[in-house]
């Protein structure tokens, strides 16, 4: 799914914009792309163990039907056949749930949205500091982390913006990247972006003479 949201010539694009961002400003803007923040196996589960249960109540609600079911399937088939083959109806059909609820549509469904924003944005700040951009020089560093599967973005800023920008300046560009993500214009909107951050930088932090480029310009593209 990432690799088809931004091939190597999308990703050169972003790289350029990053680099044209920053060549008016002494801050540093640096993006990541990850397909998903979190595995969400234990809400997986969840829903398909639910599922499993929901379809066992059904068959005790038509146990006659299913009764006479597996009656028809052996002559002289003993009572305790009856639960075993619902038990394991039940078991399968929580097997075949489990198994299309790692399909990212069905995910955004069965996983609470609280959950997900919250672990975007532990793995936002966690790629914050494993990769250096909380610590530049002047704490002018700037994170845009777009997670595919939660259709979610995240825009950290480091102390020194944090404190001369507004955080609704910055919560206007997640929105709006936000809804370029929802018309699939992934490229556009990120480059977008990256352009409004520059903006935004050069106003208070503008270029300095002996500036120097401290993290990579290129769209990272992260695994889970």
């Known amino acids: 799914m990432k690799k088809a949201w931004f091939s190597i010539e999308d990703r050169e694009v972003v790289a350029q914009a990053v680099r044209e961002a920053e060549s008016k400003t002494s801050g540093e803007i ?14 997986e589960l969840r829903a398909s163990a639910g599922f499993g249960i929901l379809l066992y109540m059904i068959l005790l609600f038509f146990y006659e039907g299913t009764a006479a079911f597996v009656s028809s399937l052996s002559w002289n088939s003993p009572p305790w056949q009856v639960p075993l083959f619902m038990g394991i109806v039940s078991l399968l059909g929580a097997g075949v749930f489990y198994f299309f609820s ?10 609470p949205k609280k959950i997900m924003q919250k672990r975007v944005r532990a793995r936002a700040l966690r790629h914050f500091s494993e990769s250096g951009v909380y610590a ?7 994170l845009v982390f777009i997670s595919l ?3 979610r973005v995240e825009l950290i800023a480091d102390r020194g913006i944090s404190e ?10 997640v929105r709006e990247l936000t809804d370029s993500l929802g018309r699939d214009d992934a ?3 990120l480059v977008r972006a990256v352009g409004r951050c520059g903006e935004l930088l050069k106003a208070h932090f503008p270029i300095d003479d002996d500036d120097v480029n401290e993290l990579s310009d290129a769209l990272v593209i992260l695994e889970e």
């Open 30 to 43: 640096s993006t990541a792309l990850i397909s998903e923040s979190s595995d969400y196996a234990f809400y």
């Open 136 to 142: 530049t020089a002047g704490g002018t560093g700037i």
């Open 149 to 151: 599967l939660e259709r």
């Open 102 to 111: 790692n399909i990212p549509a069905i995910d955004r469904i069965i996983v």
């Open 187 to 189: 490229v556009s909107g």
């Open 164 to 173: 001369k920008i507004n955080a609704e300046e910055w919560n206007g560009i």
